[in-house]
């Protein structure tokens, strides 16, 4: 026998070994009926929408933490539990804040809403009125120490976007931030356009959220560009001359726990099993808002106890028959304020950093066509692995057989959607990641995201997918490589 033979022995030999040595992906402990039970239990109206910062995101989380033990998970938080705590910081505006345009007193949250976090005292203010001109406009114009009066307008703003009615504020000061800065205003007063004043109360409800962070992130009060949106009503007050600007704009800043839930099962393999292959979901949502159709509660029954729900069914497949690596199950927290929870988790991990092979997050799993699905890092230059892509396609192919929208991995999407979920974070410490979704619809973040307008038709096939993936990762010889040239920006 030729050296060449022997090789080719020793290669066959290795191949067969493996192909005998992984078991076929275990369907059974999937369920249907699990799935729709548990996604009607955790968007129930009880959890009250499970917002982080307030005491219900912790209710929704310590009856999930029940599921994780039932489906046979093993603790992985702090202290031998399932739950990892963090800090929440927020900055918020106190209602004790004043604003006055010549001898009018504008009362708090009616009158105007503040939009900026730094405290700031100002007094008889000079007010310049610049209508709607543009931000290159503005640069001729004399506006230092000014308070600067803008009619806000959609002009030069992309509007079709998710949420738009929510997020168009945040756009338009985006818009005039730098001029502002570069101007060295006094303050900024946007007065409001039909859609702030149409969208006054959810205004309201999205300002007093203020701005939130975690230790590192956004955790200290730094000067920005003193910024309130007054009613319209104002208007004549504004642009009379005479009439100057003082305010009493304070914030406070405080802490409020929040908390990832965090399990395993261990792999069979004695190497492999410190290596983890990690499914994400989030269990908080966006809590009570504005009142739609005469209902408050946004259940999000699709965003995302969804994902919580199919976290549950795989793992408990994983614990009838557990794959060679480890799998590691993360139910976040704070995933709605910008996804605290993954980025205090991708921070500090509960198992080494480098023990990851790679996270598989689901998010808004069980809408839109029965057909098609969305997964995102797959094409975009945010592509993290190519082992694991094809992973992923297979783990198609042989289950759900989804046309797969690829429109939304573009990264010139206008909704950056890969950016808005919670593998975000691990991909920016070098994790590959792999994002799961049937995409946005009407109803999300809305009252309507409730348990009886899901199809678990849907969810079913999305949990097939998401699985056979999974487990595929968990048996492969190597692990996927995070490749080189990855670009997040
Ligand atoms: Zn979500």
């Known amino acids: ?215 590192g992130i956004r955790d200290k009060i730094v000067p920005e560009v003193p910024n309130v949106w007054v009613k319209r009503e104002n208007l004549d007050l504004i642009r009379n001359k005479s009439n100057s600007f003082t305010c009493d704009l304070g914030v406070v800043l405080y802490k409020y726990p929040s908390l990832n839930l965090i399990g395993k099962i261990e792999g069979t393999d004695p190497k492999l099993k410190n290596e983890y292959v990690l499914f994400s979901a989030h269990h908080d949502h966006v809590g009570v808002r504005e009142v739609v159709d005469g209902d408050s509660i946004i259940n999000g029954a699709d965003d995302n106890a969804s994902m919580c729900a199919t976290v549950l069914a795989i793992a408990r497949s994983f614990k009838q028959q557990p794959a060679k690596r480890s799998a590691l199950f993360v139910m976040h927290g704070a995933e709605e304020m910008s996804l605290l929870g993954s980025r205090w988790h991708a921070r500090h991990p509960v198992v080494p950093k480098e023990s990851i092979v790679c996270v598989l997050n689901g998010d808004l799993i069980g809408r839109n066509a029965i057909d098609s699905a969305a997964l995102l890092g797959a094409w975009g230059r945010h592509r993290t692995s190519d082992e694991l892509v094809e992973a992923a396609l297979e783990a198609n192919d042989e289950g759900p057989k989804f046309i797969i929208d690829k429109s939304w991995d573009d990264p010139n999407h206008p909704e950056f959607f890969f950016f808005r979920s919670d593998h975000a974070p691990y991909a920016r410490v070098g994790i590959p990641v792999l994002f799961y979704t049937s995409l946005l619809h009407d109803e999300y973040h809305t009252p309507k995201d409730k348990p009886e307008r899901m199809n678990y038709d849907k969810l079913y096939k999305m949990t097939d997918w998401i699985y056979r993936t999974g487990w595929k990762v968990a048996n492969m010889p190597e692990r996927p490589k995070y490749l080189e040239n990855v670009n997040l920006n």
């Open 1 to 215: 026998m030729g050296r060449l033979s022997v090789g080719l022995l020793a290669l066959f030999t290795i191949y067969s070994l493996n192909a005998q040595s992984v078991k076929e992906p275990l369907l059974e402990p999937i369920k249907k009926e699990d799935l729709k039970r548990d996604v009607y239990q955790l968007a129930d109206n009880h959890f009250l929408g499970r917002e982080a910062g307030t005491i219900n995101e912790f209710k929704g989380a310590v009856w999930l933490v029940e599921k994780m033990r039932e489906a046979g998970m093993q603790p992985a938080g702090d202290d031998g539990t399932f739950y990892q705590f963090f800090d929440l910081y927020f900055r918020r505006a106190m209602d004790s804040s004043s604003v006055e345009i010549g001898s009018k007193k504008l009362k708090m949250w009616e009158d105007f809403i503040p939009a900026s976090f730094y405290p700031t005292r100002l007094n008889n203010k000079e007010i310049v009125y610049v209508g709607t001109s543009s931000p290159k406009e503005m640069e001729q114009m004399d506006l230092k120490g000014k308070v600067v009066a803008i009619q806000a307008s959609l002009d030069g703003i992309e509007q079709n976007i998710s949420l738009f009615h929510k997020r168009f504020y945040y756009l338009i000061e985006h818009r005039y931030r730098e001029i502002l800065v570069k101007k060295n205003v006094a303050a900024v007063m946007f007065i409001a356009n039909d859609l702030f004043e149409d969208n006054w109360s959810a205004m309201v409800h999205e300002m007093k959220r203020g701005r939130n962070g975690i230790e």
